[in-house]
Every structure is written in structure tokens, then in C-alpha cells.
């Protein structure tokens, strides 16, 4: 498989724990969204996904773009250990919260918007990530064991650790939010989300690097 992703993008992120939870090894292709005006906007790239955003994953002679269809299609093709509860019930939450998150609150808040805002932009972000974040801390009281649904790692937490990383990189107060806190805490404690984390990429630049 090859990924086509970018160190601090959240969506990218989410694959890379997939992949890591998983045990699936890839090779990287770094897309810049600064660099050159944003390399995500190359003829080349704009070939691999027309929406000219990353992640985009080459894998069993097919390209997939949009985070969660990926992580959806690595839980078909490589179920264990899986993402998506067996329980119907569980496994709507665990979708509902992955979408809470990958719709309603990160497009908000991602690069293309955030350029619209100027010098509003810090504020736009955080408005945006209070708004999800109030809605989600409180969903999660009824939700969460040890993660985000129960006791087992799934598709919901994959959103949640880059949206979180998003929220502190706006300087957001975390103090309103203890159970996301809670939930956050534990994830980082796990391998998978360590070795994916944007601090240690290959295309990490050197003063961002853990």
C-alpha cells in the first residue's frame, strides 16, 4: 500500500492508526499543503483524488480517498483486531461518533476554511471545535468506557486523538471537555497512536519532531 498523506493533517492521521493498529506496512508519499502553494494541488495528485486532499491510499490495485472510507474498507479487507463493535448498537455509536467528528466539526476548522477567515481564523477554529466538542463530552458520558465506546479501541477514537491534537494546536481550553481529556490520555498510551502521531513522521520538519 502506498499513502499519500500529510504529517499534521488530522485525516491522515486517522489512516495511520488504522494502518498501525492493524499491522499493515505502507510506504509513504509526503503531500505539502504549504509547500509550492500546496502540493495537493498538482495535475499528479489531483489524478490520484479530484478533491485534492489527503489522505488518498493506493492498496489492492485500487485508490481510495476520504479517511473514514478508507479505515472502512482496512476493517473489511484486515478485520482483526477489529474497529467496528459486532454489537449493532455499539457499532452505531462508534459511527456516529466518527462522523460527529469528521463532519461536524473538523471541515469546519481545516486548512481551506481557516484561509477564508483571515485574521479570524484562531477564533473561527475554536468557535467551531467548542461548538462539536460540547455536543461530544456529552454523548461520551454515555458512551465511553476506558475509549470513546466501551472498553475497545474503534473508529470513533481514530477521530478523536487528531481532532483533540487540532483543539490544543488552537490553544483551546480542554478544561470544559474531562471525559474527551480522559479518553485522549488513554489512547496515547497505546503504540499505535504513538508511532502515528505527526511529531514522528518522515515528513515531520525537524523543529516539530519528537
Not at 503531500?31 to 478533491?51: H, R, T, Y
Not at 473514514?68 to 483486531?81: F, G, V
Not at 481545516?110 to 475554536?126: P, R
Not at 466501551?150 to 491534537?165: K, R
Request: aromatic fraction near 6%; charged fraction near 20%; proline fraction near 7%.
Amino acid at each position: 500500500p502506498i499513502l499519500y498523506g500529510y504529517f499534521r493533517s488530522s485525516c491522515s492521521w486517522r489512516v495511520r492508526i488504522a494502518l498501525a493498529l492493524k499491522g499493515i506496512s505502507y510506504d509513504l508519499v509526503p503531500v505539502n499543503l504549504v509547500k509550492d502553494g500546496g502540493q495537493q494541488f498538482s495535475a499528479e495528485f489531483k489524478a490520484l483524488n479530484p478533491m485534492m486532499q489527503v489522505p488518498a491510499l493506493k492498496i489492492d490495485g485500487i485508490t481510495l480517498s476520504q479517511s473514514l472510507a478508507i479505515i472502512n474498507y482496512l476493517e473489511d479487507t484486515h478485520p482483526n483486531p477489529r474497529l467496528l463493535p459486532q454489537d449493532p448498537k455499539k457499532r452505531a455509536q462508534v459511527r456516529m461518533i466518527a462522523d460527529h467528528i469528521a463532519s461536524g466539526i473538523q471541515p469546519l476548522q481545516n486548512m481551506n476554511v481557516l484561509k477564508q477567515m483571515g485574521e479570524k481564523k484562531m477564533e473561527w477554529a475554536q468557535n467551531c471545535i467548542a461548538s462539536g466538542f460540547r455536543a461530544l463530552e456529552q454523548i461520551l458520558q454515555h458512551t465511553a468506557g476506558r475509549y470513546c465506546v466501551g472498553d475497545e479501541v474503534s473508529m470513533a477514537d481514530l477521530c478523536l486523538v487528531p481532532q483533540v491534537a487540532n483543539a490544543e494546536r488552537f490553544k483551546m481550553d480542554m478544561g470544559p471537555y474531562p471525559t474527551i481529556t480522559r479518553i485522549n490520555k488513554a489512547l496515547l498510551e497505546l503504540e499505535a497512536f504513538q508511532v502515528s502521531h505527526p511529531s514522528r513522521q518522515p515528513d515531520t520538519p525537524a523543529e516539530l519532531r519528537a
